[in-house]
C-alpha cells in the first residue's frame, strides 16, 4: 500500500517529463497499468557513492558503464554529476552492467539516448521532491515501456523504497562529514573498513536493503536457498517504519 501511494503521487509530479503507464488504483494494494512492451533495461541513476558502485570502487573499479569515476571517493559521497548505470534486466541470473554501445544496439541511437534522459530528468526532479522532505533521494531504477503507439512511457513504479535508496538529509550531513574527517587522517584504505571501527557511522538507509542485510544476518544464501527464513516481528516493523517515514 505504502509502495503505491509513494509511486502513484510521483508519477502525477512527473507526468510532464514522461507519459506513465499507470490507469488506476483499484484498491490500495492493486494498481492497475497498461500493457506495454518491456525496453528490458534497468535505468539506473547515482547521485551518490553508494552500495554496489561503492563497494566496486573500494575494489579498485573506477569504470562503470563506460565512465570513469576519479581516484580519491568514499563511499556515501555525492558525486559530482548522477551516473547513469543501465543493467539489463535478467529474467535468470544476475542483471549485466551495459555500456552506451550496448544500448544503442539493443535499442538504436534515438530511443537509447530518449530513455536516457528521462532517467535523468526523473531522477532531478525526485531529488527536488524528496530534498523538499527532508530526503536524499541516492540512486534509484526505472524502467520503461513503449505502448502500441511506439511512445515511451514510465512503467512500474517510481522513486519508491523498493527500487531506491534515501536517506535522511541531516543524519547524512553530520555522519559524511565525520566519514571525511576519518578518511583524511589516512588511517584507513576505505569507508568499509572505517564502519568495521565506528559502525555509528553508517548512514539509515529507506530502502529494501534492510530486508536483504537480515536475510543474510540469518544464513539465508539468494544463490541456493529456495525458501527466505522469516523475519521476527520486530524486523517486519522496522521494514514497515522506514518505508512509512
Not at 518491456?38 to 558503464?65: D, K, P, Q
Not at 572505517?194 to 540469518?218: G, T
Amino acid at each position: 500500500q505504502v509502495l503505491n501511494m509513494i509511486s502513484e503521487y510521483l508519477m502525477s509530479q512527473t507526468a510532464d517529463i514522461l507519459p506513465n503507464a499507470l490507469v488506476q488504483s483499484v484498491d490500495p494494494n492493486v494498481v492497475v497499468q497498461k500493457r506495454m512492451r518491456n525496453l528490458n533495461v534497468e535505468w539506473i541513476v547515482r547521485g551518490y557513492l553508494w552500495g554496489s558502485l561503492a563497494a566496486s570502487y573500494e575494489r579498485g573499479g573506477r569504470t562503470f558503464c563506460g565512465l570513469n569515476l576519479p581516484n580519491g571517493l568514499h563511499r556515501f559521497q555525492k558525486l559530482e554529476v548522477p551516473l547513469f548505470t543501465p543493467t539489463t534486466k535478467a529474467d535468470v541470473g544476475h542483471d549485466e552492467n551495459m555500456t552506451p554501445n550496448d544500448l544503442v544496439e539493443l535499442l538504436g541511437k534515438e530511443m537509447a539516448e530518449r530513455a536516457k534522459q528521462a532517467a535523468l530528468a526523473l531522477f532531478e526532479r525526485g531529488s527536488e521532491i524528496m530534498r523538499a522532505r527532508g530526503l536524499i533521494l541516492i540512486d534509484t531504477k526505472y524502467e520503461f515501456g513503449l505502448d502500441s503507439n511506439g511512445v515511451l512511457h514510465i512503467i512500474d513504479e517510481v522513486n519508491t523504497p523498493d527500487s531506491s535508496r534515501l536517506c535522511d538529509v541531516e543524519e547524512w550531513e553530520e555522519k559524511y562529514s565525520r566519514v571525511a574527517t576519518a578518511m583524511a587522517t589516512g588511517r584507513y584504505n576505505t569507508v568499509t573498513a572505517l564502519l568495521e571501527v565506528q559502525p555509528e557511522l553508517k548512514i539509515k538507509e529507506f530502502s529494501k536493503q534492510y530486508v536483504r542485510d537480515a536475510l543474510l544476518d540469518m544464513g539465508f544464501n539468494p544463490a541456493k536457498d529456495t525458501e527466505a527464513p522469516k523475519l521476527s516481528e520486530d524486523q517486519v516493523v522496522e521494514c514497515a517504519h522506514r518505508y512509512i517515514s
